[in-house]
């Protein structure tokens, strides 16, 4: 049983590897610093016969409310997503109605510096998703089979003492 568990979470942990590769597949990802005179432009590459739809994601790390905003353009450079950041992370979706270079640009109205992080790409369809879910069901249950094989071990050597 002590194998079985093992081997499970080693499918469990190979399968997380993979599954986080394929999700973040096509998605384009950046940071730096941002002020007044000084935005943060992600570009990434869509397909509108692949996607219909794409996300986009912003981390701020020193975030102050009503100083930052989020827009999307799309090939054309016409603004297609346009948000005021409200919090510390944001994540919106945005329709891909044709095939081409979509930029995110995360813009700050302080003349302070303030690192950001930034990430556009395809939504990831559920069968993507669910290889991520997949993953962490297969390492629990290895994770539960080592603890079962410990519990069971320690019962069978007091019943033999």
Same mark, same amino acid.
């Given at each position: 049983?002590?194998?079985?568990?093992?081997?499970?979470?080693?499918?469990?942990?190979?399968?997380?590897?993979?599954?986080?590769?394929?999700?973040?597949?096509?998605?384009?990802?950046?940071?730096?610093? *941002? @002020?007044?005179?000084?935005?943060?432009?992600?570009?990434? %590459?869509?397909?509108? !016969?692949?996607?219909?739809? /794409?996300? =986009?994601?912003?981390?701020?790390?020193?975030?102050?409310?009503?100083?930052?905003?989020?827009?999307?353009?799309?090939?054309?450079?016409?603004? *297609? @997503?346009?948000?005021?950041?409200?919090?510390?992370?944001? %994540?919106?979706?945005? !329709?891909?109605?044709?095939? /081409?270079? =979509?930029?995110?640009?995360?813009?700050?109205?302080?003349?302070?510096?303030?690192?950001?992080?930034?990430?556009?790409?395809?939504?990831?369809?559920?069968?993507?998703?669910?290889?991520?879910?997949?993953?962490?069901?297969?390492?629990?249950?290895?994770?539960?089979?080592?603890?079962?094989?410990?519990?069971?071990?320690?019962?069978?050597?007091?019943?033999?003492?």
């Amino acid at each position: 049983m002590l194998v079985v568990s093992g081997i499970l979470i080693i499918i469990g942990l190979i399968l997380l590897v993979v599954g986080n590769q394929v999700i973040l597949e096509g998605v384009s990802q950046g940071n730096g610093i *941002i @002020s007044i005179n000084q935005d943060l432009t992600i570009s990434g %590459e869509f397909s509108s !016969e692949e996607f219909t739809y /794409g996300v =986009y994601a912003v981390q701020i790390m020193e975030f102050k409310e009503n100083t930052f905003s989020a827009k999307v353009f799309d090939s054309s450079d016409i603004e *297609i @997503s346009s948000e005021v950041i409200e919090s510390e992370t944001m %994540e919106k979706e945005f !329709e891909i109605e044709q095939t /081409g270079n =979509y930029k995110l640009i995360i813009q700050s109205n302080s003349n302070e510096e303030t690192q950001v992080f930034g990430a556009i790409g395809p939504l990831p369809d559920a069968g993507k998703k669910s290889l991520g879910f997949l993953s962490s069901y297969i390492l629990i249950a290895g994770m539960i089979g080592i603890v079962v094989s410990g519990i069971y071990g320690i019962k069978k050597r007091k019943k033999s003492i």
